[in-house]
């Protein structure tokens, strides 16, 4: 049974940073790419990042590019997303998810392109 647990998420000041972990069980972390996705209140999940299961290419929303970076450490099988120069509308519940691939194809985008997902940590960021 596939497990992924979320943590990291807080509340903070526009331009405070945050790192969010996402702990994955039961797969083999390094056969898939993994990413982050993010849902708003009232808001559709949207894709924030992936990373390639070497951790040697990555893909950012445009919305998160140059303010975000998403890092794995294929041993420990965990994900990290590094937040930085934080803003409100970045506030949302952050969800991990295990890509179906092992690289992030075009697909990296959709949601049901995605076999395994975490609870979510909730990030809140104040003006």
């Known amino acids: 049974q596939v497990h992924m647990v979320e943590s990291g998420g807080g509340s903070v000041q526009s331009g405070g940073s945050l790192r969010l972990s996402c702990k994955v069980s039961?797969?083999?972390?390094?056969?898939?790419?993994m990413a982050w996705f993010r849902q708003a209140p009232g808001k559709e999940r949207e894709a924030v990042s992936c990373i390639r299961w070497a951790g040697d290419e990555t893909t950012y929303a445009d919305s998160v590019k140059g303010r975000f970076t998403i890092s794995r450490d294929n041993p420990e099988n965990t994900l990290f997303l590094q937040m930085t120069d934080l803003k409100p509308e970045d506030t949302a519940m952050y969800f991990c998810?295990?890509?179906?691939?092992?690289?992030?194809?075009?697909?990296?985008?959709?949601?049901?392109?995605?076999?395994?997902w975490g609870q979510g940590t909730q990030v809140t960021v104040s003006a």
């Open positions: 039961g797969l083999t972390f390094e056969d898939y790419a």
């Open positions: 998810a295990a890509f179906q691939l092992s690289y992030c194809s075009k697909l990296w985008i959709r949601r049901s392109a995605y076999n395994a």
